[in-house]
């Protein structure tokens, strides 16, 4: 009996507007200083076309600021080359004509066409692989938990702090977010979406526990939770078999620390 295989889809991220970003942010804010203008596409305004590069480049090599429709069969990865990460739209495209890569690592997940159809637009949180959904729903709690945590150290600073402190050290002393969360993002075409959300978790908690007049101590230590938080959502299903493998997901998830976190579905 034959065995079936999967179709592969491939993804591209553009701005909140539709349009598709530069594939080399360098080139193109050099372009722009001299002020020439940079061409690019407004998925948005194709949905179920077929869409030719307006100023395709070399196959395949990034000699101008936008060169070729760059796309994903991954889209964990998708935001690794965007200069904004975040927020982006997401659309599921088709690439026709003749198609290439730049090989090696990149050929699992990378393609490159000078012509798309734009099949239509998906949700944004798959940017963040399938899981991306439990970690939208983290990042957008993290304000209110980053305060909650907060008003808890400063009603118990001295009890707080070695608890974060026994915490703090158990999640260096097992590499559970610099080694388990990060290699398993990386062999699970993650490792951008991680990134991301890495960013976007301690940027948030940072602000809201500064706001809520948290010390630059306490700051720090509530930034870390809130980017192994996220990560322990983003790699639950990957740091899960064994019982040490279960602590280091529980140390992700704030284990040993008193408020609980939440529970991914």
């Known amino acids: 009996m034959a065995r079936s295989t999967r179709p592969v889809v491939h993804y591209m991220a553009t701005r909140p507007d539709g349009t598709v970003p530069p594939t080399c942010e360098h080139l193109a804010r050099y372009y722009s200083g001299l002020g020439e203008t940079i061409p690019t596409v407004n998925l948005a305004d194709h949905i179920g076309e077929t869409v030719d590069h307006p100023s395709p480049g070399q196959k395949w090599y990034t000699d101008k600021p936008f060169s070729y429709f760059h796309m994903y069969a991954r889209p964990g990865e998708i935001l690794e080359r965007l200069e904004e990460r975040w927020p982006v739209r997401l659309w599921e495209v088709e690439p026709l004509g003749e198609t290439g890569n730049w090989g090696n690592d990149f050929a699992p997940y990378w393609l490159m066409s000078h012509q798309i159809r734009v099949v239509r637009e998906v ?39 070695r608890t974060y402190k026994a915490w703090e050290t158990r999640v260096e002393d097992t590499r559970a977010l610099t080694s388990w969360a990060f290699c398993r993002a990386r062999y699970s075409r993650r490792e951008a979406g991680l990134q991301t959300a890495n960013q976007l978790a301690g940027d948030a908690a940072a602000q809201a526990a500064t706001d809520a007049g948290a010390g630059p101590h306490a700051v720090a230590l509530i930034r870390l939770r809130a980017r192994c938080l996220v990560a322990g959502q983003l790699m639950f299903d990957r740091i899960r078999t064994g019982e040490y493998e279960q602590s280091i997901r529980g140390l992700l998830l704030g284990a040993g620390l008193d408020t609980p976190a939440p529970v991914p579905a």
């Not at 944004?124 to 990042?139: D, E, I, S, Y």
């Open 123 to 161: 949700e944004a949180w798959h940017a963040f692989g399938h899981r991306g959904m439990q970690v939208l729903a983290v990042l957008a709690q993290l304000p209110d938990l980053a305060r909650q945590w907060a008003e808890e150290w400063a009603a118990d600073p001295e009890g707080t702090r």
